[in-house]
């Protein structure tokens, strides 16, 4: 009987410490429905929040909330002081109880939902040069926004007090910036976050590190391709810690696919170029999916959408539809917008 009894408990050690094999799958469709159509608006900025609604900013100053329970939207217009002034957001974010967004051009002007259900301005900058890209937040009270280099080094916007004031980092605190480096604001997705580490990707195809929530930087030359100003890292996303991917190219050029792509395994330290001369060429959102242990990725740009199941080394295109930036409701359901609209994917 003790024999059974001991024989019983090294099964239940062995079950236990034997790990699921984790299978990559292999989708080979995606399923398009597009929930909102208007040909005036150009769309590079979408979140999903909390409660899984989405939301959205884009130029003629527009910005919007979808409820997928209702079905329907409520859209509204952002009006500057000026009359000549047509505002254009590419950057949003949010935290559990506010909304952001931020306009490229000059003056940059950074919106944050106000008590009376209105947006209030909480940030204004006026420079020749200033152009906004992307904006993220760590937690409630925690955010940053990237942009073009205005005087010597990127510009970074910091707030630690939930949105209400933002202060632009010195270029004492920053990497010394190289003159014209900036980020592409095609998508939102200049920023990576996971946990107190963030990186930013630029228009040089450097990676910007900050392992404290923006308190402190270091900076890595990668080797894709930025020898052109339509050149660069358009898109970067880390799975975790350690893991992560960028992709890029020229939106000029897009199907030139040599030096676009590149992974990391350290963090961001070293970076290497993968799947070399093999599509897809130019893309503007680069997403891992959700809960896939870093193998599944989906590229999004306006001549396509490409995925790859073994991180990123191999690549297969699924659909022609074009798309400027993408985020994952699951596993298996994202939303993307484009030129004139925004829809739902499903992944098949």
Same mark, same amino acid.
């Given at each position: 009987?003790?024999?059974?009894?001991?024989?019983?408990?090294?099964?239940?050690?062995?079950?236990?410490?034997?790990?699921?094999?984790?299978?990559?799958?292999?989708?080979?469709?995606?399923?398009?429905?597009?929930?909102?159509?208007?040909?005036?608006?150009?769309?590079?900025?979408?979140?999903?929040?909390?409660?899984?609604?989405?939301?959205?900013?884009?130029?003629?100053?527009?910005?919007?909330?979808?409820?997928?329970?209702?079905?329907?939207?409520?859209?509204?217009?952002?009006?500057?002081?000026?009359?000549?002034?047509?505002?254009?957001?590419?950057?949003?974010?949010?935290?559990?109880?506010?909304?952001?967004?931020?306009?490229?051009?000059?003056?940059?002007?950074?919106?944050?939902?106000?008590?009376?259900?209105?947006?209030?301005?909480?940030?204004?900058?006026?420079?020749?040069?200033?152009?906004?890209?992307?904006?993220?937040?760590?937690?409630?009270?925690?955010?940053?926004?990237?942009?073009?280099?205005?005087?010597?080094?990127?510009?970074?916007?910091?707030?630690?007090?939930?949105?209400?004031?933002?202060?632009?980092?010195?270029?004492?605190?920053?990497?010394?910036?190289?003159?014209?480096?900036?980020?592409?604001?095609?998508?939102?997705?200049?920023?990576?976050?996971?946990?107190?580490?963030?990186?930013?990707?630029?228009?040089?195809?450097?990676?910007?590190?900050?392992?404290?929530?923006?308190?402190?930087?270091?900076?890595?030359?990668?080797?894709?391709?930025?020898?052109?100003?339509?050149?660069?890292? $358009? /898109?970067? +996303?880390?799975?975790?810690?350690?893991?992560?991917?960028?992709?890029? @190219?020229? *939106? !000029?050029?897009?199907?030139? #696919?040599?030096?676009?792509?590149?992974?990391?395994?350290?963090?961001?330290?070293?970076?290497?170029?993968?799947?070399?001369?093999?599509?897809?060429?130019?893309?503007?959102?680069?997403?891992?999916?959700?809960?896939?242990?870093?193998?599944?990725?989906?590229?999004?740009?306006?001549?396509?959408?490409? $995925? /790859?199941? +073994?991180?990123?080394?191999?690549?297969?295109?699924?659909?022609?539809? @074009?798309? *400027? !930036?993408?985020?994952?409701? #699951?596993?298996?359901?994202?939303?993307?917008?484009?030129?004139?609209?925004?829809?739902?994917?499903?992944?098949?």
């Amino acid at each position: 009987m003790m024999r059974f009894i001991g024989l019983v408990i090294v099964l239940l050690i062995i079950s236990c410490d034997k790990k699921e094999t984790f299978t990559p799958r292999n989708f080979n469709t995606v399923e398009v429905e597009t929930i909102l159509e208007d040909t005036l608006l150009s769309i590079r900025a979408i979140e999903i929040l909390t409660d899984k609604s989405l939301v959205f900013a884009s130029n003629n100053g527009a910005y919007g909330l979808y409820s997928p329970t209702k079905r329907n939207w409520q859209i509204s217009k952002q009006e500057s002081n000026s009359d000549s002034l047509q505002l254009e957001f590419r950057s949003i974010a949010h935290t559990t109880t506010d909304f952001f967004m931020l306009s490229v051009n000059n003056p940059a002007m950074l919106f944050k939902t106000g008590e009376q259900g209105l947006m209030d301005l909480v940030y204004l900058e006026e420079h020749p040069k200033v152009f906004y890209d992307a904006m993220a937040f760590w937690n409630d009270k925690e955010g940053i926004a990237i942009g073009d280099t205005t005087e010597d080094c990127l510009s970074v916007l910091i707030t630690r007090d939930g949105g209400h004031i933002w202060n632009k980092l010195s270029c004492d605190v920053l990497p010394k910036g190289i003159e014209g480096e900036g980020a592409f604001a095609a998508s939102n997705t200049n920023i990576a976050i996971v946990g107190n580490n963030t990186w930013i990707a630029t228009t040089t195809g450097r990676v910007y590190f900050s392992k404290d929530k923006g308190l402190s930087w270091d900076v890595v030359q990668t080797p894709i391709i930025n020898g052109k100003e339509t050149e660069g890292i $358009y /898109s970067i +996303d880390f799975y975790d810690s350690l893991n992560g991917f960028a992709i890029g @190219g020229d *939106y !000029t050029n897009p199907d030139d #696919n040599v030096a676009n792509k590149i992974l990391t395994k350290d963090g961001g330290k070293t970076w290497e170029l993968v799947a070399e001369g093999q599509a897809p060429g130019y893309r503007s959102c680069l997403q891992y999916f959700p809960n896939r242990e870093g193998k599944e990725l989906i590229a999004v740009g306006f001549k396509g959408m490409d $995925y /790859s199941n +073994d991180g990123g080394n191999t690549w297969k295109n699924l659909s022609k539809e @074009g798309f *400027y !930036t993408i985020r994952f409701l #699951n596993d298996s359901v994202a939303y993307a917008s484009g030129q004139g609209r925004i829809s739902k994917l499903n992944f098949r």
